[in-house]
């Protein structure tokens, strides 16, 4: 019954958001004051902004298996998951509460330690592959540290919006960040936010070549990748193995939920095991901890991170920011 029912949910998910535009108003959770913001689909070019009048239009219809996000300058961002709805959405968000002051750099020592920290964070942050380090923040000013404890743990804090040129993917990305943590002694991370691809730069058959060339690359073990492989239950042929700690190698069955409405042809996915398993591309190597049940995703690579559902080690999870590619990218 229980199984019924979820098929059933998804089933009028995707009827009703099929060529459907939402309509819906931003206010500010205390005063009720409304809002200039982003309204997006993370990891894609689609969006809108709202009006002074905090309103705006959306068209769904292409994204509608994936969580909306809501964006603005000054306010934790806001994702929904059930956004379906015949009424106007009202979306209320919070103001963000910084940790630490505004600091002058101003003095040779904190000027050496602003550079140090910026550094670190851009390493954490993007990345260290060729790609992350072709990477130019725009706006690097708009990012401030903790500087009276960044001894142990680095904490970034963005007062705008992160302004990305990829130069070597050919994106213009803007990345809202709502938290980065960096403990410098066991060296993990927690950084969470959300971004919009704003633009393709891939403009000429001569730029769009070697572009293609990289994306593909970053592609390619990815886990973009590796989700669209495992929707089409094509692990295999696409290069990856799953095994669990006992080692022993793990087809479709063993990690997918696959629920399908027949009437309609509609398939709804999760990722789950239930316990830590490993993921070899060639011979890179990735291992997940799931943190949650089940992980849902979609044939565009797109899952779910909220939660969070999957803690990442290794292969997939340094390929971060400056390796990231729209939902949209096909493989030429």
Known sequence: MRKFILIFLFANFYIVAYNQVIKGTV???????????????????????????????????????????????GYYSVTLTNFLTHKPLI???????????????????????RIANLNLFKKIF?????????????????????YANDRDTLKAFASNPILINNMSLGYKITYYLDRFEYNKKDRSMIFGGSLIFVEDLAID???????????????????????????????????FRVKNSAYKYLNYNDIVEDSLADSLNIHTKFFKYSEKLSILYDTRLTNIVFL?????????????????????????????????????YKIE
């Open 27 to 73: 206010l500010e959770n205390n005063t009720n004051s409304p809002i200039i913001a982003t309204i997006y689909f993370n990891g894609t070019f689609v969006g809108t902004l709202s009006d002074l009048n905090g309103n705006f239009e959306l068209d769904i219809s292409k994204n509608a298996s994936m969580p909306l996000t809501i964006s603005s300058i």
């Open 91 to 113: 979306i209320y968000m919070t103001p963000k509460v910084y940790e630490v002051k505004e600091v002058v750099i101003s003095s040779k020592s904190l000027v050496k330690r």
């Open 126 to 146: 993007l990345g260290s592959t060729d790609n992350a380090r072709n990477c130019k923040i725009i706006n690097e000013n708009d990012i401030t540290f903790n």
């Open 205 to 239: 058959e001569t730029h769009k070549r070697s572009y293609e060339i990289r994306r593909k690359d970053a592609y390619l073990g990815s886990r973009m990748h590796f989700f669209r492989a495992l929707w089409a239950n094509d692990l295999e042929s696409a290069g």
């Open 292 to 328: 949650k049940e089940k992980v849902y995703f979609d044939k565009d690579g797109y899952f779910d991170q909220t939660g969070p559902g999957i803690s990442w080690e290794g292969e997939m999870m340094n390929k971060r920011i400056g390796d990231m590619l729209p939902y949209t």
